[in-house]
C-alpha cells in the first residue's frame, strides 16, 4: 500500500499528466505480479545470457578468469568445416524432419476428422508418444534399430532384403533414424492443431461445395488446405524452434555420431563446453544459435500476429 | 464417407431401385472396412515401438525369433530385468529426485506464473505487451547457452550439485510457457468479474485468489501438468549442473547406461518403461486437459 | 444520507484522451439518476470512477459527504450491476449471492442465509438459489445479479446497462421491476445507459452526455420538453425530433419570420432570435406536434412529399420530404432496407405522428401545419436553445 500512497502524493506535485499511468492502480499492480517473474528470469534467463554473450569473446576454461580475444571464436568458428556439417545437420533436424511430422500429422488429422465409432479411442491412441519422455524415447528406438534384436532389421531379413542395416551406426543413416524417432514423438502435435483447426472450418463451406459438384479431393485442396495454411505455418515453426533446441534424442541415440555425421548445434556446444572445456567458443557457437533462434522466433512472431491474430 | 450409418444417405438413395440400394450399402460397408483397416492398422504401426518395448523388457528376444516362434518369448518371461532395475542400480534414486524436482518446479512456477499470467493477461497497463513479448523472445534462447554461465555461476555460489538449483533454473525454464498458457485463458474471462468481487469487498489480491484463480482451476490444471511435462523431460540444464550420481535425475542418470548395460536391453527397456509409468498415469487420467492444452495452446 | 457529488471530475486516459471533462452534479438521496449518451460519451467512465474501478484523474466524488476518491472499491458500500451480469460461475446463486456479505459485514451465516432469501424473493428467485449461473436463462441471470446488489443494502446502487442483453419484452419488464425495487429500498442509485426510452422511463432525473461533457440534467419531462441544445433534443424521443435549416429574416419593428426548410412566422419569440448574433437557426419539431392540414389553404401549411406510411396501431408514422428528389432518393433506400429484412427503419428522413388511416398513401404530396409555440429553436452555431429564458453559463452547449 505504501507504493499507492507515495504514487498518490507524487502525482499531486511533481508528475506531468503524462507520467500519471505509471501510477495507476492498474499499473501498479501490474507490475507488482511481474515481480517475481522478472526476477526469476532475470536471473535464471537474462542474466545468463548476457554472460553467455560475454564468454563468446573470452578464451576460458572454467579454471582462474576468461580472457578477453575480441572476435577470435567467431573467425574460428566460421573457418570449420565441421561447423557448417553441424549447421547443416541441424537444419535438416529442425526443418526437414518437421515438414515430415506436419504432414504425417495432417494425414491422421484428415482421417480423424469424421464421425466414427472408436474415433476418441484411436485419437487417444494416437496422442501417447507424446506421452513418452525422451530418454525412453531414446531408448526404445534404440532397440528399434538394433542390428540384432531391431524388428526394422528383423523384417528387412524376414523378407530378404537385407541382413540388416547398421542404422544408428552409419554415418548414412543416423541422422535420418533419429529424425524419425523426433517425428514419431511429435506428429500427434500437429494431428491435435490440425483437427481443432479443421472443426473450425464452417460446414456451409463443405456443403455448398458438394452442391457445387466439387470432389472429395476438391474440397480438401480448395477449402482445407487453405483455411490450415496459417496455422500451419505457424505451428510448423513453432516446433521447428522446439527442435533447434532439442537435445536428449541426439545425445543419448548417436551422440552426434559416427564421426559429426548427426551431430546438432546443442550436443556440439555441449560437448565443446564440458568435455573440451572450451568455454569461451563454445559460447560463441552458443550465440551463432541464438541469432538463428533469434530471427527464426521473430518471423514466428509476426506470422503469428498476422495470420492467427494473436497477441 | 466411410461411416458405418450415414443418415444423411438414406433418403438420396431412397428413389432408386432395391438392388441399387443393395450395392450402394455394400460400397459403403467396403469403404467403411477399408478405413477402418487402414486407420487401426496405422494406429497398431504407431503403438508398434511401446509395445516391442513391454516385449523385450521382459524377455529380450530378436524380432524375427519372436515372430517365428511366440511361445518361446512366454516361457522365458520374466521379472528379472526390472528386480536389477530396483535392486542394482540408482533407478530408484534418480526416480526419486526426478519427482522432488519437477513437482517442486512445477508448484513453485505455477504460483509465479498465476500473477504473472494474471497481470499480463488482465491487467491493462503501459509495458504488459512488452513483457509477453519479451516472455516469447525468452523462449528462444537456446538452453545449451543458458547452461554454461548457468553452470559457472552455480558452482560459484554451491548451488551447483543440488536440486535446489535445478528446481530454480526449472522454475525459470518452464515459466514462460506456463504464463503463456495461462494467459490465454485469463484474457478471455470477462473482467467484470473481478470488479464485481472488489465491489463486493474483496482487495485486489483477495478478487484473485477467490474468484479468478478457482474460475481458472482446469486452465491451471492443464498448465501445471505441461510444466511438469516439461521439467519431467528436461535434459540439459539436469546434465550440466549434477554430477553426484546420487543427486542426478532420470534422464541424465539413464543416458549413462547406454554404455554401461548396452547390451542388456532387457534393463534398459524396463527404466524406460519406468520412467514413462508416471507420465502415462497423468495422460490417461487427465487426457480431456492435455488434449484441449495440446491443441488450443498453439492456436490462441 | 448518501447522496454523491461530483466536482469537477475529470477523466484523462493515457495522457491525452479525455473521457470526462469537468463533470459537476449532485444527486440527491435516494434518486434515481440516469447516465445517458452514446457510446463513447464517457457515461461507463462515470459509473466506474464512482465505484472505484477508475481513478479520478481530476476533481472529487463524495459519497454521503465522504470523498472517495482513494477509496478502493470494498470501502464505498455501493453495489454494481454489470452488463455482462458477471456472477461468479463457480458458485451457485446462493454464493453469489451471500459473497459480498461474507466479505463486507460481519453478519453470522443465518442473518447471511436470511438476508439471501429476502432478496431472492423480492426478485423471484427463490426456485434458483441452488442452481449455478450457466443453468440459468438470461432474465434469470439478470435477476440474479440484482439480487446479489440489493442484498448487501448499500448505500448507493450502481447500473450499467444492467437490461441491455435482454430480448425487447423482457427488457420492458424489467425496467418496471428495477424501478419498484429502487423505490421500495430507496436508495440513491446511478443507471447507465444509451438507450433514452429506458432513461425517460425509470429515472427521476436524466443526466444527458456527449464526448464526456454533461450536456443537460433534468426530469424527464424537462429534457423532453425543455432541451438544452441541439444534441439533447435530437438524443431525447424516439423518434427523434425533426431539425429544418431557416434563416431568420427580421421585419425591422421587433418581430421576423424564419425560411429556408419550411417558412414560420414567429410572432412573440423574434426577441429572442433578435437578441443573437446569427441569423442562422435550426428549429426543431417533434413528431407528434405535425399535424395534417384539413384547410389546405393555410398560411402556415407546409407541403411535403409522402415517403411511406408505417401503421404503428393507434396512429400511422408518416416519413416526408421536403423535395422530390430526396423523396425517390429515400424511398428507393425504404426498398432496400426492406429487401434485407432489417427490422427498424432508420433513415435520414424527417417523421410525423398521424391519425390513423387519415392519409390515402397512395398520394404524392400533402401539407402538414406546425404550431409555432411546439418549434424549439437552436442556434445554428452553437447548438444552444435559445427559447430558454435562464442563460446557460455551466453547460457548454456545443454539441462538437
Known amino acids: ?311 | 464417407m466411410a461411416t458405418e450409418t450415414d443418415p444423411q444417405h438414406a433418403p438420396e438413395t431412397g428413389s432408386e431401385s432395391e438392388s441399387g440400394l443393395l450395392t450402394e450399402r455394400y460400397v459403403e460397408l467396403g469403404k467403411a472396412i477399408g478405413f477402418h483397416a487402414l486407420l487401426w492398422s496405422l494406429v497398431t504401426i504407431v503403438l508398434f515401438p511401446v509395445l516391442w518395448m513391454i516385449v523385450v523388457s521382459v524377455n529380450q528376444i530378436a524380432f524375427d525369433t519372436f515372430v517365428s516362434d511366440p511361445a518361446a518369448w512366454f516361457s522365458d518371461a520374466s521379472m528379472s530385468a526390472y528386480d536389477q532395475m530396483v535392486n542394482e542400480t540408482r533407478f530408484l534414486t534418480w526416480f526419486t529426485n526426478s519427482a522432488i524436482v519437477s513437482v517442486s518446479a512445477t508448484v513453485v512456477s505455477i504460483v509465479v506464473c498465476l500473477l504473472g499470467a494474471y497481470s499480463i493477461g488482465r491487467l491493462h497497463f503501459r509495458g504488459r505487451q512488452t513483457v509477453a513479448t519479451f516472455l516469447l523472445i525468452t523462449q528462444m534462447f537456446p538452453a545449451i547457452l543458458i547452461a554454461i554461465p548457468l553452470f559457472l555461476v552455480f558452482r560459484d555460489i554451491g548451488l551447483f550439485n543440488t536440486l535446489t538449483g535445478l528446481v530454480i533454473a526449472y522454475v525459470a525454464f518452464t515459466l514462460p510457457f506456463a504464463i503463456w498458457m495461462l494467459r490465454g485463458f485469463y484474457e478471455n474471462l470477462p473482467t467484470s468479474l473481478e470488479e464485481a468481487a472488489m465491489i463486493d469487498g474483496c482487495t485486489r489480491v483477495g478478487a484473485v485468489f477467490r474468484v479468478i484463480v478457482p474460475l481458472s482451476a482446469p486452465a491451471i490444471a492443464t498448465t501445471a501438468i505441461f510444466t511438469w511435462v516439461l521439467a519431467w523431460n528436461e535434459f540439459v540444464f539436469a546434465l550440466v549442473l549434477i554430477n553426484d550420481p546420487d543427486k542426478k535425475t532420470l534422464p541424465p542418470g539413464m543416458s549413462e547406461w547406454i554404455g554401461q548395460y548396452s547390451l542388456n536391453w532387457d534393463l534398459l527397456m524396463a527404466g524406460a518403461l519406468g520412467a514413462t509409468l508416471p507420465m502415462l498415469v497423468i495422460f490417461f487420467f487427465l487426457q480431456s486437459y492435455i488434449v484441449k492444452g495440446l491443441s488450443e495452446g498453439a492456436v490462441k | 444520507m448518501s447522496q454523491i457529488d461530483f466536482e469537477s471530475v475529470t477523466k484523462v486516459y493515457d495522457g491525452d484522451v479525455v473521457a470526462v471533462d469537468d463533470f459537476n452534479l449532485t444527486i440527491e438521496s435516494g434518486e434515481f439518476l440516469t447516465l445517458v449518451g452514446p457510446s463513447g460519451s464517457g457515461k461507463s467512465t462515470l459509473l466506474r470512477m464512482v465505484a472505484g474501478l477508475e481513478d479520478v484523474t481530476e476533481g472529487t466524488i463524495a459519497i454521503g459527504g465522504e470523498t472517495v476518491n482513494k477509496l478502493p472499491p470494498r470501502n464505498r458500500d455501493i453495489a454494481m450491476v454489470f452488463q455482462s451480469y458477471a456472477l461468479y460461475p463457480h458458485l451457485s446463486v446462493r454464493e453469489n449471492m451471500s459473497f459480498g456479505l461474507k466479505r463486507s459485514t460481519n453478519l453470522s451465516n443465518d442473518e447471511i442465509s436470511e438476508r439471501v432469501e429476502e432478496a431472492a424473493s423480492m426478485m423471484g428467485i427463490s426456485d434458483l438459489l441452488d442452481d449455478r449461473p450457466k443453468q440459468l436463462s438470461g432474465g434469470q441471470r439478470q435477476r440474479v445479479a440484482t439480487g446479489r446488489a440489493i442484498v448487501r443494502k448499500p448505500a448507493v446502487f450502481l447500473f450499467d446497462e444492467p437490461l441491455s442483453n435482454l430480448d425487447a419484452k423482457l427488457r420492458k419488464h424489467m425496467r418496471t421491476e428495477l424501478k419498484r425495487i429502487q423505490q421500495e429500498l430507496d436508495t440513491t442509485s446511478i443507471y447507465v445507459t444509451h438507450d433514452q426510452e429506458e432513461a425517460m422511463t425509470m429515472s427521476d432525473r436524466i443526466a444527458i452526455l456527449n464526448y464526456g461533457e454533461l450536456q443537460q440534467v433534468g426530469t424527464p419531462r424537462e429534457v423532453y420538453d425543455h432541451p438544452a441544445n441541439l444534441f439533447v433534443a435530437e438524443f431525447i424521443g424516439s423518434p427523434s425530433m425533426n431539425i429544418f435549416d431557416v434563416r431568420y429574416e427580421s421585419t425591422g419593428d421587433g418581430t421576423g419570420r424564419l425560411t429556408g426548410d419550411i417558412d414560420l412566422e414567429i410572432g412573440d419569440r423574434a426577441p429572442m432570435l433578435e437578441a443573437r448574433e446569427t441569423d442562422r437557426f435550426k428549429i426543431g419539431i417533434r413528431p407528434e406536434n405535425i399535424h395534417v392540414t384539413r384547410d389546405e389553404t393555410s398560411a402556415q401549411g407546409v407541403e411535403v412529399f409522402i415517403d411511406l406510411i408505417e401503421p404503428l396501431g393507434r396512429d400511422d408514422l408518416l416519413y416526408f420530404s421536403l423535395d422530390r428528389e430526396s423523396s425517390e432518393q429515400i424511398v428507393s433506400e425504404l426498398d432496400v432496407e426492406e429487401d434485407a429484412e432489417s427490422g427498424d427503419i432508420e433513415l435520414d428522413d424527417h417523421k410525423a405522428f398521424i391519425e390513423a388511416d387519415s392519409v390515402d398513401p397512395t398520394r404524392e404530396r400533402i401539407v402538414l401545419t406546425i404550431n409555432t409555440q411546439d418549434v424549439h429553436i437552436f442556434d445554428a452555431e452553437t447548438g444552444e436553445n435559445v427559447m430558454l429564458e435562464e442563460p446557460k453559463q455551466e453547460q457548454p452547449a456545443s454539441t462538437t
Open chain 1, 1 to 311: 500500500m505504501a507504493t499507492k500512497d507515495k504514487s498518490d502524493d507524487m502525482r499531486s506535485f511533481d508528475l506531468p499528466r503524462e507520467y500519471y499511468h505509471w501510477f495507476s492502480k492498474e499499473s501498479v499492480w501490474g507490475w507488482l505480479f511481474l515481480l517475481p517473474t522478472l526476477f526469476a528470469l532475470g536471473l535464471v534467463s537474462v542474466y545468463p545470457i548476457f554472460r553467455g554473450i560475454y564468454l563468446g569473446f573470452t578464451q576460458y576454461d572454467g579454471i582462474g578468469d576468461p580472457q578477453w580475444i575480441g572476435l577470435e571464436n567467431y573467425a574460428r568458428i566460421l573457418g570449420w568445416t565441421e561447423m557448417w556439417i553441424v549447421l547443416r545437420n541441424t537444419l535438416v533436424w529442425a526443418f526437414a524432419a518437421v515438414v515430415i511430422m506436419a504432414l504425417v500429422g495432417l494425414g491422421f488429422a484428415t482421417l480423424l476428422n469424421r464421425d466414427f465409432k472408436g474415433r476418441s479411442v484411436a485419437t487417444t491412441l494416437l496422442l501417447l508418444p507424446w506421452a513418452v519422455p525422451f530418454i525412453a524415447i531414446a531408448f526404445n528406438w534404440r532397440l528399434m534399430y538394433s542390428f540384432e534384436l531391431g524388428p526394422l532389421n528383423g523384417v528387412l531379413r524376414m523378407i530378404g532384403v537385407s541382413d540388416g542395416v547398421p542404422w544408428l551406426a552409419s554415418s548414412r543413416y543416423a541422422l535420418f533414424s533419429v529424425a524419425l524417432a523426433w517425428i514419431w514423438r511429435n506428429f500427434p502435435f500437429f494431428m491435435l492443431t490440425f483437427l481443432a483447426a479443421m472443426k473450425g472450418i464452417p460446414n456451409d463451406l463443405y456443403e455448398a461445395a458438394r452442391v457445387d459438384g466439387s470432389t472429395k479431393l476438391d474440397t480438401f485442396r480448395h477449402i482445407t488446405l487453405p483455411f490450415l495454411q496459417p496455422i500451419a505455418i505457424v505451428v510448423t515453426l513453432l516446433m521447428s524452434l522446439w527442435s533447434l533446441n532439442h537435445f536428449t534424442l541426439i545425445y543419448v541415440m548417436t551422440g552426434g555420431g559416427p564421426g559429426t555425421s548427426s551431430m546438432v548445434l546443442p550436443v556440439y556446444i555441449y560437448r565443446r563446453a564440458f568435455h573440451l572445456r572450451e568455454y569461451g567458443l563454445a559460447s560463441a557457437i552458443a550465440v551463432v544459435m541464438l541469432t538463428i533462434m533469434l530471427t527464426y522466433g521473430l518471423i514466428y512472431l509476426r506470422l503469428y500476429r498476422e495470420d492467427v491474430g494473436g497477441q
